[in-house]
């Protein structure tokens, strides 16, 4: 995006009379003498910047306005009217000549002009390179600046690390100045703790030996009061065995006495419930007498009934009817 010219061809122009009024060449101005009062330098600094190029072009539309008009001015005076018939020609060739000398040296200034321009073009290219490097360079140097403000920060932390590293080194060999004389100290003391222990291994050696030989006389006596205890207990486990294997063969009679008595039982109920059908078979055959019934029978029929109501009874039948 161009960037906006900070002189206008308006303003450029009020420069331009204004450097040729204060040098009192206004009215009728010659090319030499207004590039001599009239550079792009000068209109620049009057106007306080701007593009040069831009100036350039608005200096140039001036001259050819200014010097056209003079030069039109001069081409055509009031001669005195005795000679203007003789000095017309005269006049005019000497204007003519004026005009070519005017449009040679015109032409030169346009081609100067025209090298100027290109130069000012090649040498706004090489400000707008230069002015990129030169950004390049500024990012550089602040991206240097960042660094080196970064590597001066790490170099501070890393001194105040050394220092804390450099006092702590010197409260480690302190240390270890003090761990070396403990160390001497304890190892004074283990040289003392090991003659001391030695010593009384020497001595516990000593009643070790004693004490083992009174322990192995003890053992030799232990050993002969087990082997006794122990043929006494091998004695008493072959009769506990025996009573076992008699006790085992009680066992199984008792259980094939159960199994008998059991089987007595169901035989008794057996028989009992069909003397009850029986009995009951034979009440219904009989009428019921008037008189009074059969003393006791009633009891009788009672105690069976409760008999058979009895725990022992229960658990005879719950043994019969097992498998």
């Known amino acids: 995006m161009p ?32 590039r001599r009062v ?35 001015a001069v081409a055509t005076p009031e001669l005195p009217a005795d000679i203007a018939a003789l ?22 200034a346009q081609s100067v002009a025209d090298g100027a321009r290109e130069a000012l073009a090649e040498a706004q290219l090489r400000a707008e390179v230069l002015k990129q490097e030169l950004a390049e360079l500024r990012a550089a140097i602040s991206d240097r600046d960042s ?17 804390a590293v450099r006092r702590e ?6 240390r270890e100045a003090q761990w070396q004389a403990e160390r001497a100290g304890i190892q004074r003391a283990q040289v003392d703790a090991i003659a001391a222990a030695q010593e009384r291994y020497e001595g516990l050696s000593k009643q070790l030996m004693q004490e083992t030989a009174q322990q192995r006389q003890a053992a030799q006596a232990e050993v002969a009061r087990m082997a006794s205890q122990q043929k006494f207990a091998d004695k008493r486990e072959a009769g506990q065995q025996a009573r076992l294997e008699q006790l085992e063969a009680d066992l199984v009679e008792a259980r094939a006495q159960r199994e008998q008595a059991a089987g007595e039982v169901s035989a008794l109920r057996y028989v009992n419930t069909s003397m009850r059908a029986q009995i009951d078979e034979i009440m219904r055959a009989v009428p019921a007498p008037k008189a009074s019934p059969v003393p006791g029978l009633a009891r009788s029929r009672k105690r069976q009934a409760k008999a058979s109501k009895t725990p022992a009874a229960a658990r005879n039948a719950s043994k019969s009817t097992a498998p």
């Open 38 to 72: 009239v550079s792009v330098r000068k209109v620049r600094a009057r106007l306080g910047g701007g593009n040069p190029a831009t100036i350039g072009h608005a200096i140039n539309a001036v001259e050819a306005e200014l010097v056209r008009q003079g030069l039109d």
């Open 169 to 174: 080194l010197q409260l480690a060999r302190e």
């Open 87 to 108: 000095m017309t020609q005269l006049w005019q060739a000497a204007i003519g000549v004026q005009l070519d000398e005017v449009v040679r040296l015109k032409t030169e």
């Open 147 to 163: 660094r080196l403000a970064q590597a001066l920060t790490d170099g501070a932390a890393l001194t105040e690390q050394l220092a």
């Open 3 to 34: 960037r906006p010219a900070l002189a206008t061809p308006s303003e450029v122009r009020s420069a331009v009379l204004a450097l040729l009024v204060e040098a009192g060449t206004a009215e009728s101005p010659s090319a030499q003498s207004f």
